[in-house]
């Protein structure tokens, strides 16, 4: 058979050397055939191009960009063995430690094959002190590390000579990175690496992201525009979604209940495969659903694990290892799993809710088939019916590949704060120097000389409201300038605080006889007696007692106990879920449905039509009724909870100003309810102004309790710039006095000082992140261009319905509040 013809850019990947053939051979041997887009990287690499490669999971994205090192080191060939050595020559930054340890035996691989003896190891939270130390004295010349533990480095005495030789930096899974402050982090690591080596080329690996344009141009921000390039792989991943459709639809349907139902459908999925990950989006789900799958199938005990972030790295590794080996078949997981671990035998996902997000929901299914060419298998289990309608359009995002961009954070001073504060307790920082490389990045390009002056005296006196507390002066000033910390209680304070992942506070789960189990919210625990039992980690356990921050626990025997839930569980709709859950709908006015789940949810939507409406493309949506509970008045943007939460206040503001009248406010994904004990006069509605957009940044502020939500994320960004100190190992603070300090210093920067940097970027954040501000706006002026449809049912509607369920959520327990719905069913049935 005659070779295939040699292309272009082969031809030029020869040209540069013999380090190309030599890798064309090692794939040859492996069965491989280099792809399209890693011939392409690999050329920009040799170019000198600084880039990002934005290709599906699975692909061989990490090769894309390693191999292109490798074939550069075949070509030019410099001994980096000797001790003169003293920094790595690649750093690669991932976002989570299981990712790291799957990069490391990826680049191994490719090195014994080449027979190039470079070292690569990892460095992060997990790697021993002793290892940390080695690093330092003798790098290797692949660093494997996180954002956090590379601003560690930084806040170590001889990091600039560690960093100075530094060729490379890859920030992989970009997209996971970007949308948070860990994205801030390392744009403000790679500046100071640039600045220690200006020669320093940057690439970024990105599998799933709307905004691949603004992505790279944040992680190349102060690179040549001509030198850049966004290599994409053109390869679209096959996804195969089948939702497991429930025998009957209930007609008024709430949140939560269907899913365990239907958990005898899941068990015949692992069974038909030969291996599975079942994604919840909750730890608490993910206990849940673990315990009622063993009930069901007790033959699964041995064959099947459980793997969320609370469960203690031991076992996760665990996890990790005996599914890529094949020795268990099955993995109830969270997020935890949703990248990292090079999963090639898993054969079948199942996704247990709405995951909420397009981006995420591809990036599961890629855990499946998780190779190049191999398509992805993912079932869908509805909690509620409604739910069906998400999983359609899941289908139809994932065909049109419509993924959401994600949001950078900019002018983040908590980060800033905290980055600069490394700085000084390692080798101190010039101030002139320093801004120059700060506005050197995206994230910090507006800083004025007026902030940056602020930023520092915050340093240094602790704002201009705490300058008579000595707490807060950390940093001093050398005579040659340099802003330093003398102080080593100081420096070690700040040094165990660096990191922009904000957790509850955590007590560590120990048996009686000392064995380690994982980590669970202090709140939590602080509801329990000795005594008490509750799950964890697939066990029953039973409190034994709380010394400190560790909660001691023995095996129980007992079937029945609490299940730990967890803050901030509920994920709001993304805006690209928002546009295909409304498409889906639509299409059922329009007579055009294409999906199986929305044909069988027909029945719900025919009670809908009957007993109210629903919305075509060009009308808003009104229901307006009144029950035992008082006067309802229910909106449908189809927007997600964080819109709907401000738009839901705003309104009720606005209507309240016309005539005094107060509300209790609930919200979904699918829209909010303003319950009253007063008539509502809904002819106010018509009133197209109680949507406008003029004023409404302030319209909001004024309408919630936009104070109470800024204190909630004031007190993470406290800890971030160091305001308050969590504690030391094994002597965490409370939450409690947390909380109490955070607000503390909120109402005194509210009252005499709210020109505050932090303060104000509390506020922007609150807007931004939680409100969706941008979103709403745009929501708002669509409502403006649309027809207004008030609907006056009898009693509350199937979309009206789950609203309702939620409110009465917040108040009940979970058997009252059954008991309670099953009678409201056979009402409304009637």
């Known amino acids: 058979m005659p070779s295939p013809p040699i292309t272009s850019v082969e031809s030029q990947l ?29 050329l920009a690499f040799q170019q000198g191009r600084d880039g990002v490669i934005n290709a599906p999971t699975g692909s061989g994205k990490t090769y894309s960009v390693f191999v292109g090192i490798l074939i550069s080191h075949l070509n030019h060939p410099i001994d980096t063995t000797t001790s003169a050595r003293k920094s790595p020559k690649v750093i690669w930054i991932t976002p989570i430690r299981a990712l790291a340890k799957e990069i490391m035996l990826t680049c191994k691989r490719a090195l014994e094959a080449l027979d190039i003896p470079w070292r690569v190891e990892v460095r992060t939270g997990d790697t021993v002190s002793s290892q940390r130390k080695e690093q330092l004295a003798s790098p290797p010349e692949v660093l494997i590390t996180t954002p956090e533990s590379l601003h560690v480095t930084m806040a170590t005495t001889g990091y600039s000579q560690f960093y100075s030789k530094t060729d490379l930096i890859v920030a992989d899974e970009w997209h996971e990175l970007i949308g948070s402050k860990r994205g801030v982090q390392t744009e403000l690591a790679i500046a100071r690496i640039r600045g220690l080596n200006p020669r320093l080329r940057v690439w970024g ?256 006196h602790g704002s201009d409201s705490l300058h008579a507390y000595d707490e807060y002066k950390k940093v001093e000033i050398s005579p040659s300038g340099k802003y330093i910390v003398n102080n080593r209680r100081i420096a070690a304070r700040h040094r165990l605080s660096i990191g922009t992942i904000v957790s509850e506070v955590m007590v560590s789960i120990r048996l009686v006889k000392g064995t380690y189990l994982g980590q669970i919210e202090e709140w939590f625990i602080s509801q329990l007696s000795p005594g008490d039992i509750f799950w964890f980690s697939g066990r029953a356990l039973e409190l034994v007692r709380v010394r400190e921050m560790t909660a001691q626990v023995r095996l129980s025997n007992k079937t029945s106990g609490k299940i730990p839930s967890y803050q901030g569980g509920r994920m709001p709709l993304s805006s690209q879920m928002s546009e295909v859950l409304r498409e889906k709908i639509y299409s059922y006015t329009e007579n055009n449905i294409t999906d199986v789940e929305v044909e069988v949810l027909r029945p719900l939507l ?33 927007e997600g909870r964080n819109v709907h939460e401000g738009m839901a206040a705003l309104i009720a503001r606005r209507l309240s100003m016309v005539r005094p009248i107060s509300f209790s406010i609930a919200m979904n994904d699918l829209g909010f309810e303003l319950l009253s004990d007063q008539e509502i006069d809904v002819d106010l509605l018509i009133n197209r102004e109680l949507f406008t957009t003029k004023n409404l940044a302030s319209d909001i502020q004024s309408s919630m309790n936009n104070v109470e939500m800024a204190r909630r994320r004031f007190r993470d960004i406290s800890r971030i710039s160091g305001l308050i100190f969590t504690g030391f190992p094994g002597k965490q603070k409370k939450e409690r006095h947390l909380q109490s300090s955070s607000q503390l210093l909120f109402d005194v920067f509210r009252e005499y000082e709210p020109d505050n940097l932090l303060y104000l970027q509390t506020y922007d954040e609150v807007m931004t992140f939680q409100l969706e501000e941008s979103r709403m706006r745009k929501c708002l002026h669509k409502i403006m261009n649309s027809h207004i449809l008030i609907s006056r049912p009898e009693k509350p509607t199937p979309f009206s319905f789950p609203l309702i369920v939620d409110r009465l959520r917040e108040k009940l327990s979970s058997e009252k509040l059954e008991d309670r719905i099953r009678k409201m069913t056979v009402d409304f049935d009637k």
């Open 14 to 42: 020869k040209n540069y050397g013999p380090g190309y053939d030599a890798v064309v051979n090692w794939f040859r041997n492996q069965g491989w055939k280099p792809l399209e887009f890693q011939q392409e990287a690999w």
């Open 205 to 460: 690996i990105s599998a799933t992201i709307g905004n691949l344009e603004e992505a790279t141009d944040i992680l190349l921000y102060n690179t040549e525009e001509d030198s850049r390039t966004i290599i994409k792989a053109g390869i679209k991943k096959e996804i195969t979604l089948r939702s497991v459709i429930p025998a009957e639809i209930e007609k008024f349907p709430w949140a939560g209940h269907m899913g365990l139902r239907l958990a005898s459908h899941v068990v015949d999925i692992i069974r038909q495969s030969r291996s599975t990950l079942i994604f919840t989006n909750t730890r608490a789900m993910c206990e849940i659903w673990y315990q009622h799958l063993l009930e069901l199938d007790p033959d699964l005990s041995g064959q099947m694990a459980m793997h969320h972030g609370s469960i203690g790295r031991d076992l996760r590794d665990w996890v990790e290892d005996a599914l890529y080996e094949g020795r268990i078949r099955a993995v109830v997981c969270t997020s935890s799993l949703d990248l990292g671990v090079d999963f090639r035998p898993v054969e079948t996902i199942v996704q247990v809710g709405s995951p909420k997000g397009v981006a995420r929901f591809v990036q599961r299914a890629g855990r499946s088939g998780h190779q190049p060419g191999a398509s992805s298998r993912i079932w869908f289990v509805p909690t509620h019916a409604l739910e069906l309608i998400e999983a359609a359009g899941l289908r139809m995002a994932v065909a049109n590949g419509d993924l959401e961009e994600r949001i950078p954070y900019i002018r983040s001073f908590d980060v800033l704060i905290q980055y600069l504060m490394s700085l000084a307790v390692s080798e101190g920082f010039n101030a002139e120097e320093c801004y120059k490389e700060v506005t050197g990045t995206f994230s910090y390009s507006s800083l004025t000389r007026d902030e940056w002056r602020r930023v520092l005296s915050f340093l240094v």
């Open 606 to 638: 025919e009670m809908q039509t009957a007993s109210s409406v629903i919305p075509r493309r060009d009308e808003f949506l009104v229901e307006y009724f009144e029950s035992k509970e008082g006067f309802h008045l229910v909106m449908y943007p189809f």
